[in-house]
């Protein structure tokens, strides 16, 4: 039961998995941000939970697969290291799990900081959809969208 499970548990399957099942909670945020089912599955500990343990497993895997997780600190030294450790399928999926959990964090405030400045969700729509994408230009155009509702410029928030 063990090994089926597995090998159903392939790098593809979990990059699948993740970037379809992530995407409920992303309509949750864009449609109804402040409903009480975005705040229960959204604004809790459930998505970093579920986004952690796939990354503690992929990261598992890799040390199966003798792969050295040292190799992960070269990327700083150059380019052509970090093009190095993203042809590694696990090391590659490690980012783009660290990507999502680190978007949809940004998304779930943005959505709660527009609520607490009274931003229609119709205005926020455009900032979370490029947060989805492109999370740090999402995030620049809302606070340049922030400063217009609530009439003031804050550099810490």
Avoid: C
């Amino acid at each position: 039961m063990l090994a089926d499970f597995n090998t159903y548990l392939t790098f593809e399957n979990i990059y699948l998995w993740v970037n379809f099942g992530i995407l409920p909670f992303w309509l949750m945020l864009i449609f109804f941000p402040n409903s009480r089912i975005t705040q229960v599955f959204v604004n809790s500990i459930l998505i970093p939970l579920i986004l952690s343990t796939a990354y503690v497993y992929v990261i598992y895997q890799s040390f199966l697969l003798d792969e050295s997780i040292f190799n992960l600190f070269s990327l700083y030294l150059s380019l052509d290291n970090l093009y190095t450790i993203f042809s590694t399928e696990s090391f590659l999926l490690i980012f783009w799990l660290h990507f999502l959990a680190l978007n949809i964090f940004l998304g779930s405030w943005v959505a709660r900081d527009g609520f607490k400045y009274g931003i229609s969700k119709k205005v926020a729509f455009f900032p979370l959809i490029l947060i989805y994408f492109i999370g740090p230009l999402g995030l620049v155009i809302y606070w340049m969208i922030r400063i217009f509702y609530a009439k003031k410029l804050g550099i810490h928030d």
